[in-house]
């Protein structure tokens, strides 16, 4: 870390830059963010005033606000820079490049982690709002004047209000086709027994609970509700629904403490995969009794049926 490296940055990430002297001297987003190398160390010894002078001393010269508890890792370039907010619990990676008007802002009253985490490599586009303790991960992008409150996959692009995935599309049974790889019918015919299965299931669960009939073991159920509660938050970043919702969770059984979730995806070809799997593993592995858990994905092309679908069977 250094000024060297400051400039060298400067220099890589604005084709307006000229010269060492002027981007010393002319570059608010550089003069923030060494304001904020001064406040942080105070922060992090707990001269919490002093920090707070420091980084306020900073905006009124830059227009650009960061909170001295702010992590921001090396090679990080605010451009232009005026309006940017960045709050307290925020994390930014490395070579991160944040352009004018951008807010990284908290959207909790708890004195918790409320800020997003930005992962290395991130492009946030002027006037976006990256809210909440999400986390964009590393090489995505944010359009200009989005409004991000999910989180983002590595390598995506996020535009628009609320922010979407744009950028090339992973074409619904298109590429399967295009890879000579065909759906395969009795998969997907186990997968609609499956389904069905769960639905039942989901009825018998009701009864269970209503005391019509006995059965499974009562802490089982109730981890399985646990479970199911855990996994409405993970949210699909593609269409902004949670998991359970989309009806992207065929059947989660729960054996003692080991957990079996059985899922589909919207689709099967793009990053996402790997994303939601891994969400939805941690988010079960958060549950409080859960030991260890098994994710199977079937292969098999989601339509919005099972949204409405699912919808009627909460009902
Ligand atoms: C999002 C961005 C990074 C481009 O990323 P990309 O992966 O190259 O995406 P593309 O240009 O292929 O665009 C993908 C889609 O998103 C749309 N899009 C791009 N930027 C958008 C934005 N800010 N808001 C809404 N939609 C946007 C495109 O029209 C395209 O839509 P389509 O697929 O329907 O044609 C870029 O548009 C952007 O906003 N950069 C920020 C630059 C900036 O803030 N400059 C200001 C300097 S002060
Ligand atoms: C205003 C703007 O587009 O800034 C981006 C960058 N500084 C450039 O000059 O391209």
Redesign the pocket.
Known sequence: MGIREDIRTAFDKDPAARSAIEVICCYPGLHAIWAHRIAHAFYRRRLYFPARLVSHIARALTGIEIHPGAKIGRRVFI??GSGVVIGETAEVGDDVLI??GVVLGGTALEQTKRHPTIEDGV??????SVLGPITVGRGA??????VVVHPVPAGA????VPGRL????CRKGQERLDRGDLPDPMLRVVSRMLDRQNRIEERLRAMERSGLVGGKRQEEIALEESIRSALKEVIDPEVGIDVVDLGLIKGITVQDSSVLVEMVLTTATCPLVDYLTDRVRRRVLDVSGVRDVEIRVFDEPWDWDRFFGQRDVLR
């Open positions: 451009d232009h352009y004018m492009v946030i586009g002027s006037g976006a992008k944010i359009g200009a004047g989005s692009t996020v535009v628009g744009a950028g090339p599309k």
